[in-house]
């Protein structure tokens, strides 16, 4: 795997429901067509010129002495790092991303730092048995559908749903907590399922992070887009109120009638 050097690693996020945030890794092979928008603003900026370009990642080889700079002058105002928001720490079949993003969860726990992470591969079990893993990590995998059909033209050099599931669930039941990411949830247009389905596959989770779609032009071409998303919301935080589980629903999702 290429690697690239970078001058600095840790940053404070904008997004909503984050607080502190790196990326390790330039690119992402599981070249998710939504479209990602990463790969967009990357574009955008020069930084990479092709889908391929993309579906090639590039791991940060200075990225662990960066964090012995980094953690000592931002820890007092870090309450956590998510991994990651550009690219995805676990990707699949990608053994050099995980390997790193590891150890990167290690270094950040050994100095209190909790994590919070999210990827659309699936967790290795060695996770919740290495040495001073705080168990307030929160483990998030992606999941807006149950159809291998639709991962495979959306998502597709990521891990399966179900295998995704089943690494959630074995973190869980040691004692981690977990969470899901439901965005970008598709329209009807795109594939029409049972969104009680996917909850009920994931029922153990202790959050559940739901959002729509935003930047398909596919799905513009869906006429009921507000009221769609407006009852599928609904139906998210009743599961959730139902399950005890924690609901965010991101901004934008539901609007007013
Ligand atoms: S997993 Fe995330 S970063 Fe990777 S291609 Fe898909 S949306 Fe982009």
């Known amino acids: 795997m290429q ?3 970078r001058k600095t690693l840790l940053y404070q996020s904008g997004v909503e429901y984050a607080d502190f945030c790196l990326n390790h890794v330039e690119g992402c092979s599981h070249g998710c067509r939504y479209p990602c928008y990463a790969f967009m603003m990357k574009k955008r900026c020069g930084i990479v010129k092709t889908y391929e370009d993309w579906c090639r990642p590039k791991v940060v080889s200075n990225a662990l002495k960066l964090l012995d700079k980094e953690i000592p002058k931002y ?9 990651c928001f550009s690219t995805d720490p676990f990707m699949y079949n990608q053994p050099e991303v995980v390997e790193l993003s590891l150890k990167i969860i290690d270094k950040l726990n050994q100095s209190n730092i909790r994590c919070t992470v999210l990827t659309k591969g699936f967790y290795p079990k060695e996770l919740a048995d290495r040495n001073g893993q705080s168990t307030d990590n929160e483990y998030g995998v992606t999941l807006v559908s149950l159809n291998e059909d639709f991962r495979k033209e ?5 891990a399966s ?19 899901v990411s439901m965005e970008p949830y598709p329209t009807p247009n795109l594939i029409k399922q049972d969104l009680r389905g996917i909850l009920d596959a994931i029922a153990f989770v202790n959050k559940i992070i739901f959002g729509r779609l935003n930047y398909s032009v596919k799905s513009s071409e869906f006429k009921y887009t507000k009221e769609f998303y407006n009852s599928l919301a609904l139906s998210v935080i009743n599961f959730c109120k139902k399950n005890k589980i924690d609901c965010h629903i991101k901004t934008g999702t539901q609007e007013k009638k």
């Open 3 to 5: 690697t690239i050097e």
């Open 161 to 179: 749903f179900k295998d995704r599931i089943k690494s959630l669930k074995y973190l869980h039941d040691r004692g981690f907590k977990t969470w």
């Open 75 to 83: 820890k007092d105002r870090i309450k956590h790092v998510h991994l």
């Open 154 to 158: 959306f998502e597709p050099n990521s």
